[in-house]
Protein backbone atom coordinates (compact mmCIF):
# COMPACT_ATOMS: atom_id res chain seq x y z
CA UNK A 1 0.00 0.00 0.00
CA UNK A 2 1.30 3.11 -0.45
CA UNK A 3 0.20 7.41 -0.07
CA UNK A 4 1.27 9.61 -3.43
CA UNK A 5 0.77 13.53 -2.33
CA UNK A 6 1.00 15.64 -5.37
CA UNK A 7 1.88 19.31 -4.85
CA UNK A 8 2.92 18.89 -1.50
CA UNK A 9 3.23 21.92 0.66
CA UNK A 10 4.09 22.73 4.47
CA UNK A 11 0.59 22.46 5.52
CA UNK A 12 0.77 18.59 4.80
CA UNK A 13 3.26 17.70 7.46
CA UNK A 14 1.96 15.58 10.55
CA UNK A 15 1.26 11.97 11.65
CA UNK A 16 0.16 10.07 8.48
CA UNK A 17 -1.33 6.35 9.98
CA UNK A 18 -2.57 3.59 7.57
CA UNK A 19 -4.91 0.81 9.12
CA UNK A 20 -6.29 -2.00 7.06
CA UNK A 21 -8.17 -5.29 8.17
CA UNK A 22 -6.43 -9.07 7.14
CA UNK A 23 -8.05 -12.17 7.38
CA UNK A 24 -7.85 -14.29 9.95
CA UNK A 25 -4.48 -12.02 11.31
CA UNK A 26 -6.88 -8.86 12.44
CA UNK A 27 -6.02 -5.21 11.94
CA UNK A 28 -2.37 -4.29 10.98
CA UNK A 29 -1.49 -0.54 11.37
CA UNK A 30 1.84 1.58 9.99
CA UNK A 31 2.79 4.98 11.09
CA UNK A 32 5.08 7.47 9.78
CA UNK A 33 5.67 10.85 10.68
CA UNK A 34 6.02 13.35 7.31
CA UNK A 35 7.93 16.73 7.91
CA UNK A 36 8.02 19.32 4.78
CA UNK A 37 10.44 21.71 5.08
CA UNK A 38 10.89 25.00 2.98
CA UNK A 39 13.29 25.20 0.65
CA UNK A 40 16.22 28.06 1.52
CA UNK A 41 17.23 30.72 -0.85
CA UNK A 42 21.03 30.50 -2.15
CA UNK A 43 22.98 33.19 -1.99
CA UNK A 44 26.04 33.84 -4.20
CA UNK A 45 28.73 36.33 -5.23
CA UNK A 46 29.94 36.82 -8.65
CA UNK A 47 32.94 39.39 -9.56
CA UNK A 48 33.08 40.41 -13.05
CA UNK A 49 35.72 43.16 -14.81
CA UNK A 50 34.01 46.30 -16.37
CA UNK A 51 32.81 45.78 -20.16
CA UNK A 52 32.53 41.95 -19.42
CA UNK A 53 29.63 39.70 -20.39
CA UNK A 54 28.29 38.47 -16.78
CA UNK A 55 26.42 34.70 -17.06
CA UNK A 56 24.47 34.05 -13.75
CA UNK A 57 23.04 30.38 -13.35
CA UNK A 58 19.88 30.66 -12.10
CA UNK A 59 19.84 27.59 -9.93
CA UNK A 60 23.83 26.87 -9.31
CA UNK A 61 23.93 23.63 -7.40
CA UNK A 62 21.06 21.97 -9.02
CA UNK A 63 22.43 22.29 -12.87
CA UNK A 64 20.94 18.83 -13.38
CA UNK A 65 17.71 19.61 -12.71
CA UNK A 66 15.34 20.57 -15.55
CA UNK A 67 14.02 23.58 -15.17
CA UNK A 68 12.20 24.35 -18.72
CA UNK A 69 9.09 22.85 -17.50
CA UNK A 70 8.24 25.27 -14.50
CA UNK A 71 7.55 29.27 -14.59
CA UNK A 72 10.86 30.99 -14.09
CA UNK A 73 11.75 34.69 -13.64
CA UNK A 74 14.84 36.81 -12.91
CA UNK A 75 14.58 39.84 -10.99
CA UNK A 76 17.26 42.50 -9.96
CA UNK A 77 17.17 44.75 -6.89
CA UNK A 78 18.61 47.28 -4.90
CA UNK A 79 17.85 48.95 -1.14
CA UNK A 80 14.81 46.35 -0.96
CA UNK A 81 13.01 47.08 -4.09
CA UNK A 82 13.19 45.07 -7.61
CA UNK A 83 12.37 44.61 -10.93
CA UNK A 84 11.42 42.03 -12.81
CA UNK A 85 14.26 41.60 -15.71
CA UNK A 86 13.39 38.46 -17.67
CA UNK A 87 10.44 35.99 -17.20
CA UNK A 88 9.69 32.84 -19.32
CA UNK A 89 6.69 30.66 -19.37
CA UNK A 90 7.10 26.92 -19.68
CA UNK A 91 4.23 27.24 -22.29
CA UNK A 92 6.71 29.34 -25.03
CA UNK A 93 9.81 28.19 -23.78
CA UNK A 94 11.37 30.02 -26.65
CA UNK A 95 10.04 32.99 -25.67
CA UNK A 96 10.36 35.38 -22.75
CA UNK A 97 9.59 38.35 -22.31
CA UNK A 98 12.11 41.45 -21.00
CA UNK A 99 10.71 44.51 -19.35
CA UNK A 100 12.98 45.64 -18.23
CA UNK A 101 13.15 49.58 -18.31
CA UNK A 102 16.72 50.23 -16.80
CA UNK A 103 18.28 47.32 -17.95
CA UNK A 104 16.74 46.37 -21.48
CA UNK A 105 18.92 45.24 -23.83
CA UNK A 106 21.57 44.57 -21.98
CA UNK A 107 19.79 41.32 -20.48
CA UNK A 108 19.01 38.14 -22.49
CA UNK A 109 17.84 34.66 -21.07
CA UNK A 110 21.04 32.48 -21.99
CA UNK A 111 21.63 28.62 -22.03
CA UNK A 112 20.46 26.38 -19.18
CA UNK A 113 17.80 29.42 -17.96
CA UNK A 114 21.12 31.66 -16.94
CA UNK A 115 20.90 35.08 -16.69
CA UNK A 116 23.62 37.04 -19.42
CA UNK A 117 24.47 41.02 -19.04
CA UNK A 118 26.71 42.75 -21.60
CA UNK A 119 28.09 44.54 -20.91
CA UNK A 120 28.77 45.10 -17.21
CA UNK A 121 28.25 48.56 -15.66
CA UNK A 122 29.13 50.53 -12.78
CA UNK A 123 25.63 50.52 -12.35
CA UNK A 124 25.47 46.82 -11.75
CA UNK A 125 28.28 46.95 -8.58
CA UNK A 126 26.16 45.64 -5.23
CA UNK A 127 22.79 44.97 -7.02
CA UNK A 128 21.14 41.75 -6.38
CA UNK A 129 20.02 39.58 -9.35
CA UNK A 130 17.76 36.55 -8.25
CA UNK A 131 16.40 33.78 -10.12
CA UNK A 132 12.33 32.20 -9.08
CA UNK A 133 11.99 28.72 -10.10
CA UNK A 134 7.86 28.50 -9.86
CA UNK A 135 7.17 24.98 -9.26
CA UNK A 136 4.19 25.48 -6.97
CA UNK A 137 2.68 28.61 -5.81
CA UNK A 138 3.39 27.43 -2.73
CA UNK A 139 7.33 26.20 -3.45
CA UNK A 140 9.30 28.30 -5.15
CA UNK A 141 13.43 27.77 -5.61
CA UNK A 142 15.34 30.93 -5.37
CA UNK A 143 19.06 32.13 -6.10
CA UNK A 144 20.61 35.06 -5.31
CA UNK A 145 23.74 36.57 -7.03
CA UNK A 146 25.42 40.16 -5.47
CA UNK A 147 27.65 41.27 -8.29
CA UNK A 148 30.90 42.97 -7.36
CA UNK A 149 32.15 44.76 -10.37
CA UNK A 150 35.74 45.94 -10.61
CA UNK A 151 38.07 47.61 -12.92
CA UNK A 152 41.28 46.17 -15.03
Not at 88 to 103: E, T
Request: aromatic fraction near 8%; glycine fraction near 6%; include cysteine.
Amino acid sequence: WALHLKNVTISLSGLYECTFATYPYGTKAAKIQLIVKAEEEQHYVKEVPLNHTLEIPCLEDRTSENLSNYPLKWLVGENGKKEELVAKDPSCPAVYRNSSKLYGQRVRLGLNNSLKIFPTKLMDDGKVFSCHVVHHPERVQKSSTIVRIFGK
